[in-house]
């Protein structure tokens, strides 16, 4: 299995993590981000250069860009996803678009693994999920699991 590429809005938590993890193993990365490059914590476009802009700062643009250019989603959450929006709305895209999707826990190394193992070779995966400041932890929880899956 060979991924052809990891996106993400860079938002904290899991799409963060999703960065990071593809920097760390020297993967191609990249994806869209809302007008300006800001997410909860500042500005993405230093740390992620490999980001774009889509032309709204509404985050909304980003997510379905993001979900529209992928082949495949996974949405790493420690628990419901109810309580974020764009996280809901990434599923809610995925589902129009019918690209298979994957929503679990990054505790779940094999099933995960299993998943990326099905996709077609060289397909683009959008991690998404919801942010830090809606599930503390989970930013340290994705990047072990794509580490250990990408890497």
């Known amino acids: 299995m060979t991924i052809g590429r990891v996106v993400s ?3 904290t938590g899991a799409d963060r993590a999703a960065l990071d993890a593809a920097v760390t193993l020297g993967l ?3 994806g869209w981000c809302p007008a300006g490059g800001e997410a909860e914590d500042g500005g993405l476009l230093e740390r992620y250069p490999s980001l774009q802009e889509t032309p709204s700062a509404d ?5 379905a860009w993001n979900v529209r250019d992928a082949g495949a989603v996974l949405v790493l959450t420690l628990g419901p996803v109810d309580g974020s929006p764009g996280t809901s709305y990434t599923l809610s895209e ?3 678009l019918r690209r298979p999707c994957l ?6 190394v094999e099933q995960v693994r299993a998943w990326l193992t099905g996709l077609p070779e060289g397909c683009v ?4 999920g919801p942010r830090e400041s809606e599930q503390p932890g989970l ?4 990047y ?8």
């Open 9 to 11: 809005g860079g938002q």
């Open 28 to 30: 191609p990365h990249g």
């Open 59 to 63: 985050p909304a643009q980003r997510t």
């Open 94 to 96: 995925a589902r129009r």
């Open 103 to 108: 929503v679990t826990h990054p505790s779940e």
């Open 125 to 128: 995966v959008d991690v998404a």
């Open 139 to 142: 930013y340290d929880a994705a």
């Open 144 to 151: 072990a699991l794509l580490v250990a899956v990408l890497g």
